[in-house]
């Protein structure tokens, strides 16, 4: 009897041992590769381009050996996506889900992840001048100012996710998944934060049922908030002043603004996009002058372990060496502010010339 007992108990816990384990709602899906990987953002917020022409960065992001691409596809300026939910029609800028889905299969043929990139709370202005002329009672209760959707109220999730589940549609037909979710440059007080943190939690979760592993800047990250922020969530860093200056705000923002060593101890991933040596405006590209002094920078003196933090004695340090950081993550940005005259020509040339250390 008792050999028999123990048969059964050996065969049961062979039978378990073949189960795999439930991931928990914040794990759902598999770990984010952009820690390792180098990428390319292109601000069409405010710099619109057509498929076509997206086409081309595509190409020559993949020339350059570019793991993936993100799509800044909204901001206060403009939307350039299309969705249902707004109600916002497609045009030559405004790419429709049919345009999304076949820049997805391009950039597979080359090897090269799309991820879309919405950024919310903050950032909304064009989302929340549709949501008025779509949806005017839900705007009303969702506005915080006239760029900010307000994170502390349960209706501004609901309308996050209904745009959020149209992108996933369009997106989700590559191998990997990734989405930014923004929340950076949030308005609001230390006890707001609390809200902030939940909000980001909620969208992540949601997103890990769905397959995608989210992304954050880190800027609007408190240290009392992060072991509270869900461990899978993946944090791009630009900057932990948000490029302020002055010195009350540098000491406040020292205190109570993650840095990477905060992240690292909690073993969180990390992407480089320090917005000294990785970041770069559209419109500069042409003037030599610029475009060779960021070039020459990121390709001899950038490092994926050179931060943009705040030193001890509050001031700001574009160069600052992690040398615990293991990550081999960066993601250069092209920001699209005051870009109108940058031609598609320009874009994809400049591209071409960019190296970036791994």
Not at 42 to 60: C, F, M, Q, T, Y
Not at 91 to 118: I, W
Request: proline residues 4%; charged residues 20%; aromatic residues 8%.
């Amino acid at each position: 009897m008792k050999r028999r007992s123990f048969i059964m108990i050996i065969l049961i816990s062979f039978c378990l041992a073949l189960i795999p384990p439930i991931a928990t709602t914040a794990h759902a899906t598999r770990r984010s590769q952009l820690d390792t990987k180098q990428g390319l953002l292109i601000d069409l917020g405010r710099h619109p381009l057509s498929e076509n022409a997206l086409k081309r960065v595509i190409s020559a992001a993949a020339d350059q050996h570019f793991t993936y691409v993100v799509l800044h596809l909204s901001d206060n300026e403009h939307l350039s996506f299309q969705s249902a939910y707004l109600g916002n029609r497609a045009s030559k800028t405004v790419l429709s889900p049919k345009a999304l889905k076949r820049l997805v299969t391009y950039a597979n043929h080359r090897q090269v992840q799309l991820v879309p990139d919405v950024d919310l709370p903050s950032h909304a202005g064009a989302i929340l001048r549709q949501l008025k002329r779509k949806h005017g009672k839900t705007y009303r209760a969702v506005k915080l100012d006239r760029k900010t959707l307000d994170y502390t109220n349960p209706k501004t999730i609901a309308v996050a996710k209904k745009i959020y589940h149209e992108l996933d549609a369009s997106f989700k037909n590559q191998p990997l998944h990734d989405l930014i979710i923004g929340a950076d440059e949030v308005p609001g007080t230390d006890g707001d934060y609390r809200y902030l943190t939940k909000f980001v939690n909620q969208l992540n979760r949601d997103q890990n049922q769905r397959g995608f592993t989210t992304v954050v800047w880190n800027d609007s990250v408190l240290k009392k908030q992060l072991p509270k922020l869900d461990a899978n969530i993946v944090i791009t860093y630009w900057s932990q002043s948000g490029n302020h200056t002055e010195r009350a705000e540098l000491v406040n923002r020292r205190s109570k603004r993650v840095s990477v060593p905060d992240l690292i101890r909690q073993h969180r991933q990390v992407v480089n996009c320090n917005s000294y040596a990785t970041y770069y405006q559209l419109q500069y590209i042409g003037n030599a002058a610029y475009d060779t002094y960021f070039l020459n920078y990121l390709r001899n003196d950038y490092t994926p372990n050179m931060f943009n933090e705040i030193d001890q004695t509050h001031q700001n340090d574009n160069r600052r060496l992690e040398p615990t950081v293991m990550t081999r993550g960066t993601l250069i940005s092209l920001w699209g502010h005051d870009s109108q005259h940058t031609s598609t020509t320009a874009i994809v040339t400049f591209i071409h010339r960019l190296v970036v250390p791994k």
